[in-house]
């Protein structure tokens, strides 16, 4: 995350991350030139992969595929977005709560301690911090029924 403040912080407005073991997610809005966008992004993953070659001490592609990115047209749509990236963790077995896993900004968010997120929009988009607890608890009740963790 500090590779991502240092590249993206003043050219989107982020509103959710999870990282995980083989994959992440982010979701963010583009302010400004999107070219400029994407080569801060190249940046990012470029330093990163820089710098795990050389803790592991391995060469070569880190990453597999390149990112993908999808346009938003809609708030509903960036609402089940954020839900989907806060609760990946549970469809993919790492926890039988989103809320337990560490590395997603949902907790960020919920207490108000990021300095990446803009937790104000992230809020609004739900009406308020209830609600967007609420939403997320029944998104990962239907994923536990759905998932059962073992």
């Known amino acids: 995350m500090s590779l991502f403040s240092k590249y993206l ?13 083989n994959h992440y997610h982010f979701v963010f809005r583009v302010n400004g030139d999107g070219k400029f966008v994407t080569q801060q992004l190249s940046n990012l993953f470029n330093a990163y992969a820089k710098a795990f070659n050389k803790q592991q001490n ?5 990453f597999e595929k ?13 609402k089940n977005l954020i839900l989907y990236v ?33 937790i104000n929009e992230v809020i609004g ?6 609600n967007f607890k609420y939403s997320h608890q029944y998104k990962n009740d239907i994923l536990s029924m759905k998932y059962t963790f073992e």
Do not use: Q, W
């Open 86 to 118: 806060h609760t990946n963790p549970v469809k993919h077995r790492l926890v039988s709560d989103f809320r337990d896993y560490r590395f997603s900004s949902y907790s960020e968010i919920v207490y108000d301690n990021s300095v990446l997120i803009d």
């Open 125 to 130: 988009l739900f009406d308020d911090i209830e």
């Open 9 to 21: 912080n003043n050219h989107v407005s982020l509103f959710a991350y999870c990282l995980m073991r």
């Open 58 to 62: 391995r060469t070569g592609s880190l």
């Open 66 to 78: 390149h990112f993908k990115r999808i346009r938003l047209h809609s708030d509903d749509y960036l």
